[in-house]
């Protein structure tokens, strides 16, 4: 899914974790590679600590969403220049009255009308034989919250939502009437991509993140495919919400020790004292603490610990 090129270039990159500009250019041939990276997201320019201009790796996660993103685009654009042709054909034919075989149409579509994509998105719902998945805030077609199915009963559903979803009450209010309804849902501190996807089949994603412009609908197995497993990948590594209380595992006695001062509202020098550790040893555990209950800050983490039973 990344050409060879492209890793050639970003597993230095990613080996190093980032180095000054000019080190990047030394390292990766030319100014032009560097662009390069950039260009293709897979690498970005920020300031170091002194304030020098530096080249970051993007994480391999944050890579790999891009080039689906990026395959499911080039595929669209040659489909659509197939889709011209195949219309260019037709034309020429329809006075000999000669059919052309429509089934390629069915591969790749840009939606974007919002009735239809509703009513496609409601019909893949309802016709799921296996499974729904969810990955990411809302894309064009969603149902409103006041139009979730009775249940999943018939059909499982898989949800991944970003962390920071559920730290407002209305955020936290649409997960949990997912979870009422009979959907899983776990959540990440971040996700690159959305998308829908009926069973190994069929998938929709937004034409552009944050937008509800409208959406690809794809029917590419091969596409599909990557992204069911790429689903699967980020499932694995998401923490579950609203698991009921015993099916998480306990954090470490030290961590749970600065939970308990963290929800007091202590800041971290004084969580420090009471413990008798360094103030290091605080911020390392907090940061441990956030990746374990899957929020990237500290009010976050006293919701989430509350919502899953391991303070008061």
């Known amino acids: 899914m ?8 970003y597993i230095p990159m990613l080996v190093q974790g980032g180095c000054p500009v000019e ?7 030319d100014g032009e590679h560097v662009e390069l990276l950039t260009r293709q997201g897979m690498a970005y320019l920020q300031e170091d600590a002194d304030g020098h201009p530096a080249l970051v790796p993007a994480s391999p996660d944050l890579a790999l969403q891009r080039a689906l993103a990026r395959l499911a685009g080039d595929l669209a654009a040659e489909h659509q220049m197939l889709l011209e042709g195949q219309e260019r054909l037709r034309t020429a034919q329809r ?14 579509q840009f939606l974007t009308d919002q009735d239809r994509l509703a009513e496609l998105t409601s019909t893949l719902v309802g016709s799921a034989q296996r499974e729904w998945l969810i990955l990411g805030d809302h894309i064009a077609g969603d149902r409103p919250d006041d139009a979730r199915p009775p249940s999943y009963s018939r059909t499982r559903c898989r949800a991944i939502y970003e962390s920071s979803r559920v730290e407002s009450p209305a955020g936290r209010e649409s997960v949990d009437a997912d979870v009422r309804v009979g959907a899983t849902v776990r959540l990440l501190p971040q996700i690159g991509m959305s998308m ?15 937008s509800s412009a409208g959406a690809l609908l794809l029917q590419s197995s091969v596409i599909v495919g990557a992204l069911r497993e790429y689903f699967e990948l980020l499932w694995e590594r998401a923490t579950p919400y609203g698991a009921p209380d015993g099916q998480n595992e306990p954090l470490p ?60």
């Open 95 to 108: 006075g000999t009255g000669s059919a052309v075989d429509g089934s390629m149409n069915q591969l790749v």
């Open 196 to 210: 829908r996807i009926a069973d190994e089949a069929i998938a929709l994603m937004p034409l552009a993140e944050k």
């Open 23 to 29: 080190e990047a250019t030394s390292l990766l041939g």
């Open 2 to 9: 990344i050409q060879n090129e492209l890793l050639a270039l």
């Open 253 to 312: 006695p030290i961590q749970m020790k600065i939970l308990r001062l963290l929800v007091q509202d202590l800041p971290d020098k004084a969580i420090a004292d009471q413990l008798g550790v360094s103030l290091a040893t605080v911020g390392r555990q907090l940061n441990a603490i956030r990746d374990a209950l899957g929020v990237h800050n500290r009010f976050a983490i006293g919701v989430a610990a509350v919502r899953r039973g391991l303070v008061d």
